[in-house]
């Protein structure tokens, strides 16, 4: 049987309290293992050279005054006037924010340049306008939609090509990180032999092709936010998949210009382009801020991590902001500076802003210095309230996520249904606005003076005082901050940041949260002797205690109070705390999981001190372990929202608490302001985490919009940590950093947690820290797509809170084409059983993972899951159809998509008998562990978040985690068990019923049986894969003092529907591996019956998982059956017939009942 990944070695904790001295040889061991692990993770980790990613500073500004030259002469009110540029200089100049910015200087951009995208005859023919009288121009212009020419037209255009290529040049040199090209005629809806909708030359598509030409730019990603669709730019680029092309605009069912049936978002693209055009259609008037920022969290960010582009290009139009005649959108400037702000980790940052359109002056020139200040690196300005997404604009998105999906990986995995059919949410009544006053508003919070240091820290030695008296290798040991220090410095953090001085904390202000008995218990201990320390810790799940724990963790608490107060009295704009203890585990009265006060809490509660009762706290928990106190403190306080991110593994993971589940969603007046996104088993990673973010963290944040974000920053989710047993990198830490500055005006304090090992630590804090100063965010590698176990936490997540937060009332309608589909596959022998084919879209289970050489284009359509409107998509051609009578978008050709949905049928997923069997707590895993000579085993009432090593002593009598919450487990027939690696463990009652195989290699052997066969049979069976009889009982041929592995396989799996009938042809149970033809160790895939060989063969079966995406696989050697989905063994009345089929065809009889 191939045994799950191996972590590192058990601890378990001794029954005894007294004195614990340790075996060396098992410490030795633990140590050799613990220092290999952390030479890999230093190994991975060095790579990132953070030191030495540097990236340009300062913002670009190209400008000129000729651009102001051309007018319609012969209509005043034509709406692309000159003052649109002019106007705008000067409120950038006025807010003071031309003087920050580096002003290049403009060009006129050659004809050679120009031709990248126009053809020569149109650009002489524009030319041309410099010699023509008024007549000649009028006639001219007549010739075109929405056009007028000059005689300074020409030039003109030049300049506003010029002056973006010099922005982009700036950027890709490296001269300044970002820029911002005012310009003037507008660009996007130009076509390469036509000018259109007041758009001569294409500044951007001309800028896209410059930059691939002259800066060796491979992906290139145009976004459009202007209200007008820039079908000029999607003509353009329609067939090249180096570009990719997404736009946000008003389409109303083709009513709205261009009327066009190509501005709808059944419009991909064509050829080798086809996926690579994004449009994102208002089909209603009105959208506002949320609705933006939506279409922004669930298509463009997952989409640009997939696409990962090397510039981003901007039509900056602000036609759809409040006031503007032609959008009649509700758009603030606000909105904005957030949507410039969520592009800046892409592309090194080089992001370039180009103005388009916008024609109330006022509104497109705050706009405009909204955009700037982001550029600048100036923390976003709050949002006004009520921030609701309109239903219009969440059935606009769903249907272009219908569409896109089949080309994007990112796309997939959104629950299921019809947002026609969510609970109605009452929308603020429309009232007639007083624009300037708006405006006003808003324009004082962009324009908020900023704080004069951008982050401030606290650290301090004497929070190292806090250690462990009786195990020096405990993982919350004092090197975890003295080192995060340290990386601060080698980085020359510490002198960018503002030091803030540290304090202790007083008992008065300890009460906000916690109990003046439990407070003053704990005080007392700083006068113990060593043994009532021992004795004291004892009563606390996970807890030591020393004479100094009480000092350090008052310092912890007031020196996050002073971080707090200076980010609130705008001394410094956000700030770093390097604390420790740990806090979200303190309860009111009772210490855990290594913490006392509970910290983050705290502060939350100090804040509303200062100023109000009523300040919005946004608390972000992304520390591996729940924060159990911090949800208990605040489950009915509607004042702080509680996000926890975190590992649960229904239940079996430290705090093993159901509090921790997803639906736990606070009480009272606090119902709905506890989300909880558990995640249901290990190696989680960067792909899971951002998508959590990007589907409900921010979204739900930007609903709650608060005044002050706190965040419990442990990192023991980070590759290498001994506890969490998951893989998020420093850059994803960073990326979810640059995210959350976005709330509570940039008022945010990152409060350290837990985090045990101490590179991964040290680089993932480092990296937040980088980006708190301003830093861009280090490129993620490509993101694979999430667990299925993941999507399906996240799906769960957000059916139980959409009814709070209206935010996630996205639904995916399953299209009429993939029902087709799936009613069309053939019927399995298990059909009546509720067993599908082919697994849900949303379970995410038929993805594969990212290929290195498909990034920045999607894979194939063709090799996909058929989803959406993929019978309406043609490769046609749309050009010639200009006008709303012939456009074929009308009608029902996108609100069609929002069919009534089918949900999936799920396979109940037996929670108790999940509990039964022990799940280890990563690395170091829990286990079950007995006295081998069948002494009564002893269960604890509570896990421990890290178990102790067992003294000398007490080997003989060796204590067990709780195996459920009720139950402690019948030892009768239990001979040894010892605790390792795999992921449901459990005593041993009969070696035979349960057999194990071990990895290949001898050190697990005695000599007396170390690899010799007993007989010609054995020696058959190990030929063709099948695991003889042991020879002696189990127990006698392991190491250690007779303790062995065993295995309780899950009961039941999600990934189930991906199991398909035994084939017409049958099974071959001696086939050799499909790709080595290896003979030893093979299994046979339950969706395609494909064999391949194991991990310790050549590893053939996993390569075929990770490309075929089928998660379930079973093993011809001892028919165990492994899910890659849940990372487990598996077993159901599912599987029973096709191992019968496999025991009759390799042993001539059936299963014995």
Request: charged letters at 20%; proline letters at 6%.
């Amino acid at each position: 049987m191939e045994p799950p990944p191996e972590h590192t070695r058990v601890r378990a904790k001794p029954e005894k309290k007294g004195r614990r001295a340790q075996p060396s040889q098992v410490k030795k061991q633990v140590k050799m293992e613990r220092n290999h692990v952390e030479d890999d993770i230093v190994t991975t980790l060095g790579k990132l050279h953070l030191e030495t990613d540097l990236v340009a500073e300062g913002t670009a500004l190209c400008y000129d005054d000729r651009m102001a030259e051309p007018y319609c002469t012969w209509d005043s009110r034509f709406p692309e006037q000159p003052e649109r540029v002019t106007f705008t200089m000067h409120k950038i100049h006025d807010y003071g924010l031309l003087d920050r910015c580096k002003v290049i200087e403009s060009r006129l951009a050659t004809k050679e340049e120009i031709m990248l995208i126009h053809s020569a005859d149109y650009i002489e023919r524009i030319k041309s306008t410099e010699k023509m009288d008024q007549g000649g121009l009028k006639s001219m212009s007549a010739n075109y939609d929405m056009i007028f020419l000059h005689e300074k037209t020409y030039p003109s255009c030049c300049l506003a090509v010029g002056c973006v290529l010099q922005v982009v040049d700036n950027v890709m040199r490296g001269v300044v990180r970002n820029g911002l090209a005012v310009v003037r005629p507008p660009g996007h809806n130009a076509l390469g032999d036509m000018a259109n909708g007041y758009c001569i030359f294409n500044n951007l598509a001309i800028a896209a092709r410059y930059a691939q030409k002259n800066h060796n730019v491979e992906r290139v990603m145009i976004i459009d936010w202007d209200i007008h669709h820039g079908q000029g730019t999607q003509y353009i680029f329609e067939e090249d998949n180096s570009v990719l092309c997404f736009s946000i605009h008003r389409y109303e069912h083709g009513d709205f210009w261009p009327n066009l049936a190509e501005s709808d978002c059944t419009a991909v693209g064509s050829g080798t382009g086809k996926g690579f055009n994004i449009n994102v259609p208002w089909n209603k008037t009105g959208m506002t801020d949320a609705d933006y920022l939506a279409a922004f969290h669930n298509v463009l960010l997952p989409v640009a991590h997939e696409f990962r582009p090397q510039l981003i290009l901007v039509a900056a139009g602000f036609s759809s902001v409040i006031g503007d005649p032609q959008g009649n959108m509700l758009t603030s400037p606000c909105c904005f500076t957030h949507l410039t702000h969520m592009l800046l980790p892409f592309a090194f940052g080089r992001v370039v802003l180009a103005l388009e359109g916008g024609y109330n002056l006022r509104s497109t020139a705050e706009a405009t210095c909204a955009c700037l200040k982001a550029l600048l690196g100036d923390p976003c300005p709050l949002l006004e309230l009520p921030y609701v997404s309109k239903p219009s604009a969440l059935e606009s998105i769903s249907n272009v996520i219908i569409v896109q999906r089949r080309f994007w990986r990112s796309l997939r995995g959104h629950e299921t249904g019809n947002v026609r059919d969510n609970v109605s949410v009452a929308l603020p009544r429309p009232r007639a606005l007083d624009i300037d006053r708006v405006l006003d508003r808003c324009m004082l919070e962009v324009m908020r003076p900023f704080a004069p240091h951008r982050t401030g820290l606290v650290y301090d030695e004497r929070m190292k005082e806090h250690k462990n008296l009786w195990e020096m290798d405990h993982p919350e040991q004092p090197q975890r901050i003295a080192q995060i220090h340290a990386r601060h410095q080698e980085l020359n953090l510490l002198e960018r940041c503002q030091p803030i001085a540290a304090k202790l904390a007083s008992e008065m202000e300890l009460e906000r949260c916690h109990s003046p008995r439990y407070i003053k218990d704990l005080k007392q201990s700083q006068n113990l002797k060593p043994r009532d320390l021992q004795r004291m810790s004892a009563e606390y799940n996970s807890i030591y205690i020393c004479p100094r724990t009480y000092d350090s963790a008052l310092m912890a608490v007031g020196s996050t109070f002073n971080v707090v107060e200076a980010v609130l009295t705008s001394q410094v704009q956000n700030g770093v705390a390097i604390v420790r203890p740990p806090g979200h585990h303190a309860e009111k009265d009772m210490a855990c999981g290594f913490c006392f006060f509970n910290n983050v809490a705290l502060a939350a509660r100090h804040a509303q001190s200062l100023f109000s009762n009523t300040m919005r706290v946004l608390i972000l928990d992304w520390d591996v372990h729940h924060g159990n106190g911090t949800q208990h403190m605040f489950e009915d306080d509607p004042s702080v929202l509680y996000i926890s991110i975190h590992r649960y593994d229904n239940g079996m993971f430290f705090p093993n608490s159901e509090d921790a589940a997803y639906d736990k969603v606070g009480h009272g007046n606090g119902e709905g302001f506890n989300v909880n996104i558990p995640w249901n088993g290990s190696r989680m990673g960067d792909s899971e985490y951002m998508s959590a973010f990007m589907t409900i963290v921010m979204p739900v944040s930007y609903q709650f919009q608060p005044d002050l974000v706190l965040v419990s920053a442990g990192f023991d989710a980070a590759q290498g940590d001994p506890l969490g047993g998951c893989k998020v990198t420093p850059e994803c830490y960073a990326h979810m950093t640059h995210m959350l500055m976005s709330l509570g005006g940039g008022r945010l304090v990152m409060v350290l947690e837990g985090g045990y090992n101490l590179s991964s630590i040290s680089e993932s804090m480092s990296a937040c820290t980088r980006t708190l100063l301003g830093d861009t965010p280090s490129y993620l590698d490509p993101l694979s797509p999430p667990q299925p176990s993941a999507l399906e936490t996240m799906n769960k997540v957000i059916a139980t809170q959409r009814k709070y937060w209206p935010c996630l009332q996205l639904l995916i309608p399953e299209t009429d084409s993939q029902r087709r589909l799936l009613k069309a596959q053939k019927p399995t022998m298990w059909s009546q059983q509720n067993v599908q084919t082919e697994p849900p879209i949303r379970r995410g289970s038929i993805w594969a993972p990212a290929d290195p050489a498909s990034q920045g284009r999607p894979p194939d359509s063709a090799s996909l899951f058929s989803v959406g409107t993929a019978d309406t998509l043609q490769d046609s051609s749309y050009k010639g159809e200009s006008t709303a009578d012939t456009s074929q978008s009308r009608g029902p050709s996108t609100m069609s998509l929002q069919s009534n949905s089918t949900q999936d049928q799920e396979v109940e997923t037996d929670v108790q008998k999940r509990k039964m069997s022990l799940w280890p707590q990563a690395a170091p895993p829990s286990s079950s562990i007995v006295d081998m000579e069948g002494s009564r085993m002893t269960s604890h009432r509570r896990s421990s978040l890290w178990p102790l090593l067992p003294s000398e002593a007490d080997v003989p009598h060796l204590q067990t985690r709780r195996l459920s919450l009720r139950q402690t487990p019948d030892t009768s027939k239990v001979k040894a068990t010892f605790g390792g690696t795999a992921k449901n463990m459990h005593p041993i009652s009969d070696t035979k019923s349960h057999p194990v195989e071990h990895k290949e290699s001898d050190e697990s052997l005695s000599d007396s049986s170390r690899g010799e066969m007993e007989s010609d049979e054995e020696q058959r069976c190990c030929r063709r894969g099948r695991c003889p009889e042991p020879s002696e009982p189990i127990f006698k041929l392991t190491t250690g003092p007779g303790m062995v592995y065993t295995v309780v396989p899950l009961t039941s799996c999600p990934q189930l529907r991906a199991v398909s009938a035994v084939p017409d042809r049958g099974l071959d149970v001696w086939q050799s591996c499909e790709e080595c033809g290896a003979e030893g160790e093979n299994w046979v895939c339950l969706s395609c019956h494909k064999v391949y060989c194991g991990r310790y063969v050549n590893s053939h079966m996993e390569g075929h998982w990770a490309n075929s995406g089928h998660p379930i696989v079973l093993s011809y050697a001892d028919l165990s059956t492994w899910c890659y989905g849940c990372d487990a063994y598996i077993h159901h009345e599912i599987l029973l017939p096709i191992k019968e089929e496999v025991h009759r065809l390799k042993f001539g009889h059936g299963m014995a009942s």
